[in-house]
């Protein structure tokens, strides 16, 4: 494996690492290192999307589920999650800001990090929107960081 092969699987595991110091740690020329970082960034391509069912599948599924059955589950989680409208609100315009300043500096995130950024802010949106003494709410957003953490250290859930 050449060594430039090696700072390109760095960067893939380490999405968050500064070219500056994975040039000193392969003791490797900076702008090497900026260009095979800038490889890594751009080998990421977003999912194909998968067509949507037609319409006629979709309302065969809503007639097997009753309304009543949809309302009872949305007024209880109304009660732990607040206003659905508000919660959303609240969840959206932070990940907007989060989004906003990761491309303003240049930050490139894996995956499982921005999913588990993202499912934070869910969990943080829905302890301000709705019940903060719901214990599943603080107990996600550790689970969430700790899968990252542990990932970063070799342990893949």
Known sequence: MTKSDKIREYFRKHPDMTATRVAAKFQASK???????????EEWKPPEMLPMPPLS??????????????????DARALDYGAFKDGAALMQGIKRQMAEHAQKHGKTFADDQWEALEMIVHKIGRIVNGNPDKVDHWTDIAGYAKLVADRLEGVVR
């Open 31 to 41: 702008p090497m290192t900026y260009k095979l970082r800038k490889e890594v960034q």
């Open 57 to 74: 599948s979709w309302s065969k599924i809503l007639e097997e589920v009753e309304t009543t059955d949809v309302d009872a589950t949305l």
